[in-house]
């Protein structure tokens, strides 16, 4: 019996942004024919100073639902488009696919209609260059009345659609309801997408192309050409993900998830590179004891001191009752004998601190109540830290060493991560301080 391999392959706008990128992306899917399922994004920024087409789609509609004269806006929509069929020598036209846009955008057909057209246009041009079938997203992905995505329902249907069909073309970011409105995912949502449809045809890789080779060890913009990682697996990037890591959308994780289908970040500017791979678990050994370094500026830390708070049952809840009631949600809450404290992000907690201060007073009856404002959070996280002595000390001596006052820590129970809390100025160099000792000295 010969099996077959199947590869569902998710190009970001960057990798559609011109013809030029649409024939790179061409080649990639010619040079392994088991890449039959494309779910492609909207035209993105050709250069920096450039809009995306999903940002252009906005700002059309918007005019359109304010009455004004939207022409000029989607005329430029459509000569991005256009440029892109005359690069790639295609005999379609798009004509009467825009006279329905202008159309339904008189009609205030809805915003996230306005932004679904970018990937809708785009899978036509794709499905008519590389030969595939087209199918509208809206038919095979379908989102609750209330706006929740039906991941079972949408299963359904979009296994029902493939398993038939040998390729297809399959736009990202959008769906619909049963009625047949239009509904988008939050953006970066193709990931989600692509996701969805290696869940479906039960892939045996989804290949998510971006325009970096994989995930990096650091962020760039604070570490001078971080390594990348090879391996990471769902858990960690999870972590990683929700520290800021931002390479692949966060909720893009979950169908693969339920399949155990790896995930391959490749670059479509260097496809000989072999890209991240994220997955359910591995027996590889990660390459440094740490997997990645996240981090977040902007919190505000709550400290609580009572005495003989460790002996009254029912203080800790009381507290975090206060922060409940005022719609506040909390990232980590160390403690001590006498004291509790409480994270939160400053920018969810500015605007309610008396009414929070008061409140803790009135139900928990506290000695103090202090609160320190801009701390930074920091993950390390990995895998390898679970079966390595000394990760916390080497950690620790590393930041006394850049002069650092370590405010806070937090390992998690399953030994993934260590959280650090900081002064926003410490950030950086607490991140700097960190890479190297793992990394570039490899301790
Ligand atoms: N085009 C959409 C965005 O810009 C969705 C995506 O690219 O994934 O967010």
Known sequence: MIIKMRKVVKFGGSSLASAEQFE????????????????????????????????????????????????AQLQAIKVRYQEIIDGLALKISLEEEFKTIEKDFKAKAGRDYAASRGEYLNGIIMAAYLGFEFIDAAEVIRFKENGEFD??????????????????????????RADG??????????????????????????????????ILIADPRIIYKPEGIETVTY??????????????????????????????????????????????STCQKPKYVITGIAGKK?????????????????????????????????????????????????????????????????????????????LALIAVVGRGMKSTRGTAGRIFSALAHSNINVKMIDQGSSELNIIIGVANADFETAIKAIYDIFVLYQL
């Open 24 to 71: 790179k992306v061409g080649n990639i899917i010619h040079a392994d024919k088991e890449r039959k399922f494309v779910v492609p994004s909207a035209p993105g920024k050709r250069d920096a100073d450039d809009t995306k087409v999903t940002d252009m789609l906005y700002g059309c509609y918007d005019l359109a639902e304010a009455g004004k004269d939207f022409k």
């Open 151 to 176: 991941s079972e329902v949408t299963n359904e249907l979009m296994r029902e659609r493939l398993t038939s069909l040998e390729a297809a073309v399959i736009p990202g970011f959008y769906g619909a």
């Open 181 to 214: 409105t239009v509904k988008t995912f939050s953006r970066g949502g193709s990931d989600i997408t692509g996701s969805i449809v290696a869940r479906a045809v039960k892939a045996d890789v989804y290949e998510n192309w971006t325009d970096v080779s994989g």
């Open 235 to 280: 858990k960690e990037l999870r972590e990683l993900s929700y520290m800021g890591f931002n390479v692949l959308h966060e909720d893009a994780i979950f169908p693969v998830r339920r399949e155990g289908i790896p995930i391959n970040i490749r670059n479509t500017n260097a496809p000989e590179d072999e890209g991240t791979w994220i997955v359910e």
């Open 298 to 374: 902007g919190f505000c830390a709550v400290n609580i001191e009572k005495d003989s708070m460790n002996s009254e049952v029912g203080f800790g809840r009381k507290v975090l009752q206060v922060f409940e009631d005022n719609g506040i949600s909390f990232e980590h809450v160390p403690s001590g004998i006498d004291t509790m404290t409480v994270f939160v992000h400053q920018d969810e907690f500015m605007h309610k601190e008396q009414k929070v201060v008061s409140g803790i007073h009135r139900l928990a009856d506290p000695d103090t109540i202090e609160i320190e404002a801009d």
